[in-house]
Nanobody
Framework: QVQLVESGGGLVQAGGSLRLSCAAS????????MAWFRQGPGKERNWVAR????????AYADSVKGRFTISRDNAKKTVYLQMNSLKPEDTAVYYC???????WGQGTQVTVSS
């Protein structure tokens, strides 16, 4: 089992950037596909990005493609989400997840002002 702690959220103006981090504990982090999800106010939690165990394969939701980049450092047991050209509609609580497992972090708030 892996435990996850997100950080890096905050308030940013539209067009700005943030980098989120998700620190994991547990010996098997490198074996997991890792993902970021987000949940906006009054909305369902939606998938944002996914990365395979080696970092060699990534996938993105259409709404963030070309603006967000997911990466990982298995030695540091950390997965990142670089978010550029942020828009007000990116405002949400962002969660990381070990794909296909019930392991979630507590979330980190991202607020983008117009």
């Amino acid at each position: 089992q892996v435990q996850l702690v997100e950080s890096g959220g905050g308030l940013v103006q539209a067009g700005g950037s943030l980098r989120l981090s998700c620190a994991a504990s547990g010996r098997t982090f490198s074996s997991y596909v890792m993902a970021w999800f987000r949940q906006g106010p009054g909305k369902e939690r939606n998938w944002v990005a996914r990365i395979n165990w080696s970092g060699g394969s990534t996938a993105y939701a259409d709404s963030v493609k070309g603006r967000f980049t997911i990466s990982r450092d298995n030695a540091k047991k950390t997965v990142y989400l670089q978010m550029n050209s942020l828009k007000p509609e990116d405002t949400a609580v962002y969660y990381c997840n070990a794909w296909g497992t019930p392991n979630w972090g507590q979330g980190t708030q991202v607020t983008v002002s117009s």
